[in-house]
Structure formats: structure tokens, C-alpha cells
């Protein structure tokens, strides 16, 4: 299949052939002839399948005909990163049209936003607080919205948006057409989904799991050793483009600070940073001049990177959902992908879980000639050093999920000194 075939305009043909894209992915061989024919859409699809481009076009194609200077679609989205991605989607797609968009967001000053809607647009990609802001403040006028896009709906349900999403849905035309998109479906996005839509095709892609270009391999490591792994993995393997998690925003500021200083070239994505700083960190990741880019799950939520080799969860995400966000990020659209994932002893209920979703067990590894067996350091019973030490080392400090280091003396007594690699052995063969 083509996309000849949904007799596009021309003019976005160009665009679609400037963006390199042969053939359209399945959700796109779904989404985009119903959304041409003017019916909503439930998109159940992850990142990484295509989805920007699936409800870009038919918009777009939309905008070829009719007033110019009136928004005429919103797309609403949960993140400035996912906005800017989706805006930079519909500058190259669009390029050859007239048709204009505005990413609408916080942390940034209003003024260039408010600029850009007084030339005129036709499209709206915003989250959703700036957006009420603006429309509060007399600068936006969604009564001529023909087109509402949700993106990522459960994770902005995730980060408390559904009140704003509500007021959102007041101030658009009721005769609108809809379409709404969720890499999940809760019962309660499911409930919000079937209040917005009117009679939907739902277009799902795959499982709700992680991509199956993507293959997984799970590290067991102490915590205290974790930081030494990444750094004997990063020398020892061919590792390209990759992408770190970990839990805090601390923990990625400070790793991305250890790995420069090894001489990586690395940068850190994390919600502290200013929207310039995170946009730095996006492009030098995307030029090529960083290769690793440390991140947090809410910081890293719409990167549109390709070529992402490995994605690296430092620590375990909280949540399965979580897991596939991340892993997400790697393996797109038909590429090949590697997730390493360093678990300690208390992640093993989420590993299961996982393993759950991808319907087999993921394989352990351990790294050739690393030390596993090097003790935790002293801990002090003094709480107000320990917080002090956890300052200066955050790997060991920062999480207080008491006695999860592998091979502590927590586990009676058997733990230094002993092999961790032959407990772990022990343990996954158990399962
Ligand atoms: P998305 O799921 O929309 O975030 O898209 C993931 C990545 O796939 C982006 O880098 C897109 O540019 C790319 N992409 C989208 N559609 C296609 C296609 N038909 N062929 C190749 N790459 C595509």
C-alpha cells in the first residue's frame, strides 16, 4: 500500500516524500481514510507507530480547502516536547501548503505565542493550561474548530489534565469532528472517550506492547554498582544513539554530569531545566552531538529522535505503562531497537509484570568481567549524613526503598562477598 491511495493533494505528497516516507504504517493505513471521510477516530496506538502523521495529513488536507486565518483544528497535547514534535510534523508535511500552526505552551513567554496567533493560524498545537490562559486572556477564538486531536489522552489524564480538558471541550463547536488518541485505555479514559466521540471507528494498533522490533535483556545489579555498570557497558559494547532513564529529576541531572565527566557526550532532559535548556538537549541529541541523552519519563514524553540504538532504564519506571513509553523511544517504525533494563531485587513484581505484557520471559545478562561483588559503601546512622552522602552519590541515596541492594547484608547475612551473579541465577531460576 501506497499513499497514492488517499489521493492526497499534491502539495502534501511533496511534503510526505520530503519526510522520506515510502509506505504508510499500519495506523496510518487505518486512521487516515476515515479521518479524510470526516469521522472520529479512537486511535489505541503507542508512539513510535506513526500516529503524528495519521491525523497531521487529514488535517492538513482539510486546510487545502476553506478560510485561511481562523484556527480552524487544536490539537491538544500532554507536553511541550509532544507539541513542538507534532508542530515541527505539520511545518514539514505542510510545507508546500498554507497552512500555518502555533505550539501554545508554558514555561516560555507568552509574547511569541500571542505574535504568531495575531498573523493568523489555522492550527493550534497546545497543552492544556497555556491554552486556557490565552483563551482567558481574549487571545484565542476556538469557536471555528472543525478538527479537535487529544493526543496522548491517558497521559494527560496521568498529569491531571481532565479539568482543563473539560473546559477545552466547552469552548470548541459541539459539530466538530474528533479523534482522540491513547497508547492505553483505562476504564476511565475509556469513559472519557466515549463522552467525546460520536460514533468512532477505533483503529488499534498492535497489543498495547512495547514494539516488537525492540529486543529486551534485563541487568541485574545492586544499586550501589549501577552508575560503574553503565559506564563498563558504555565502554565495553557498541552502543549508539541512546536514551537513559531514571527515576528523578536529580538522579538524571547527576548521572548526565558523572558521564561528561567520564567523557561522554552526554546531556541530561529533565523537568528542572528551562524549556530552552531541554530544547538544547533535544537538538544536540538530534544533531549527533550528544549520544546520550539522560532523561526523566515526564521530560522524555513526545522525543521524536530516530535512530535511537538502545534505550536504558537506569532505574525501573514505576509502572508497566511506564516501560512501554520508554522502550517506545527505541524500534521505531520498523527499526530495530535494544532495551536494557538494570533491576534490583525490588523491581521483580514490575519485571513480571512486563513479562506479562510481552507474553515471555526477558532474558538476564550480566556484563563480562564486572565486578558484581563490590561491597554497598558504609551507611551512616546518623539520618542527617546519610542525606548529605545521598546528595554526593545519588545512586545510592537518593530512592529509600530500604534493603533492596542485592547482596546486602539485608539478605541475613549471606550477601558480600557472595557472588551476586550466581544469587541472581538462583533466583531467576526459581521463576
Ligand atoms: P510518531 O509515532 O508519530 O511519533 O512517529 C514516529 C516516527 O516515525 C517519526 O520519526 C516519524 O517521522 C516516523 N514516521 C511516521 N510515518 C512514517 C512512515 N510512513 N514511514 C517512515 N517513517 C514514518
Redesign the pocket.
Known sequence: MSFEQFSLDSRLVRGVEG?G?????PI?EQAIPVVLDDRDVLGIAQ???????AFVLPILQRLTKGPLHQVRALIVAPTRELAEQTHQAIGKLGKHTRARSVTIYGGVSKNRQIQALRAGVEIIVACPGRLLDLHNEGYIDLTHVEVLVLDEADRMCDMGFLPDIRRILKLVPSQRQTLFFSATMPAAIRRLADGILKNPTTVQIGMIAPAKTVSHALYPVQRHLKKALLLAMLDQMAIGRTLVFTRTKHRAKNLARDLVKRNHRAAALQGNMSQNQRQRALDGFRSGKHDILVATDVAARGI?V?DITHVINFDMPDTVDAYTHRIGRTG??EKAGEAFTFVERDDEDLVRRVEKLLGHRIERQYLEGFNYNVPAPQRHNNPNQRQRSGRNNSYRGNGNRGGSNWGSASRGGAGRGVPNRNNSNRRSGTR
Open positions: 519526510m516516507y515510502e509506505d504508510p504504517t496510518q508512539t513510535g507507530t506513526g500516529k503524528t502523521a521524536d530516530n521505531r517504525v
